[in-house]
């Protein structure tokens, strides 16, 4: 089953509020990714976790916290965003870099909105 | 340094014609993956192929086909046959195979409108 779900589909927030998108996958996975993607621009990587450690933080306001509780599951708290953070938020998953099937499987994204 | 290079911002085509959408890529690594995905309107990235440097077979799949040249660094996908469906933005991506680098180099993106 090549499938990664996110909740919400969308999400409005205001700026003081603390909301949390959400990202679940049962394809055995061992590396989760979060992008962030603006209309008519690629993905732009955010955090990626390899077993559950993060191992890439490209940098991201700590506003964005992420947190990978198991193998499975993948989150991202957001707390006093502004309005540009308003984005396409895409999860990701895919086996790790000594396997030789490393594409990474997306989600449908939460189209988040911050007011 | 990566680098991908997607020449065309859109594509507009009438139903049953081919399309092909270019990628032309830069990388000092010898040894790398390229991928295109599809993305529609829903949103969701869909993955569609993963071509090993070292592999230049090129690839068919329905109506879909692959050009890999390692000699001209490009990776071009053709849509035969295009149907409404195919509607979408496209990107074409690379990555490092030796590196533990799990970071996908996107290129900016081809949107295919494909008319009925």
């Known amino acids: 089953d090549t499938e990664v779900t996110q909740t919400p589909k969308h999400l409005v927030m205001g700026m003081t509020n603390k909301k949390s998108l959400k990202c679940e996958q049962h394809?055995?996975?061992?590396?989760m990714y979060w992008y962030k993607q603006k209309a008519k621009k690629p993905p732009e990587l955010m955090f990626v976790y390899s077993y559950e450690k993060l191992s890439i933080n490209e940098s991201v306001p700590s506003r964005f916290s992420p947190e990978c509780p198991n193998s499975s599951l993948l989150n991202l708290h957001l707390h006093a965003l502004q309005p540009e953070d308003s984005a396409l938020y895409l999860c990701a998953s895919s086996h790790v870099r000594d396997s030789l099937s490393t594409e990474q499987y997306f989600g449908p994204g939460t189209r988040l909105t911050v007011t | 340094a990566q680098k991908v290079t997607q020449a065309q911002t859109e594509i507009s085509v009438v139903e049953k014609e081919d399309v092909t959408l270019d990628c032309v890529y830069e990388?000092?690594?010898?040894?790398?993956?390229l991928f295109w995905y599809k993305q529609p309107p829903s949103g969701e990235l869909v993955f569609l192929i993963r071509?090993?440097?070292?592999?230049?077979q090129n690839e068919i799949s329905g109506r879909y086909s692959w050009n890999f040249q390692k000699s001209t660094s490009s990776f071009n996908f053709t849509i035969t046959a295009s149907q409404v469906v195919d509607s979408a933005v496209y990107f074409c991506?690379?990555?490092?195979?030796?590196?533990?680098?799990?970071?996908?180099?996107f290129g900016a993106g081809t949107t295919v409108t494909v008319r009925a």
């Open positions: 394809m055995g996975h061992r590396a």
């Open positions: 071509r090993n440097s070292f592999d230049e």
């Open positions: 990388t000092r690594d010898t040894t790398y993956y």
């Open positions: 991506a690379l990555s490092n195979l030796i590196s533990n680098d799990y970071k996908l180099s």
